[in-house]
């Protein structure tokens, strides 16, 4: 298993977890999650795209992964990725600027075995 896999193992987890602790929370969180991220004005891809550059500036290590699966998932290519990630680096400058390495790592073992 890839390490970014293995970040998307240990949300997928958690949310199993808070399941059990928080439930009310947790579902309620989903709902508005996939309230959000419906297509409406934008599209699930466009949304990713923007997720990938927020998880950046978050400097979130499981929500790069997330975002960046969810991107490729909707149709984003490395380009439009990295492209959205710099808008990050844009906005945050160097400390964003490092985080593209978790983010190109991740389309790297997400884009494994599709060329």
Known sequence: MGKYTK?????????LRLQKDAPNQIES???????????????LKQKELINV????????EWCIPLH???AIDA??????????????????GGPALVYLTPVEEAI????EGED
């Open 75 to 92: 149709g984003a290519n490395r380009a439009e990725i990295i492209d959205a990630a710099m808008q990050a680096v844009l906005m945050h």
């Open 53 to 60: 550059a927020l998880a950046v500036v978050a400097q979130c």
């Open 29 to 43: 969180f989903n709902q508005f999650m996939k309230a959000v991220e419906k297509p409406s004005a934008l599209s």
């Open 68 to 70: 960046v699966k969810g």
């Open 7 to 15: 970040k998307l193992e240990e949300v997928h987890n958690l949310v």
């Open 108 to 111: 790297d073992e997400f884009l």
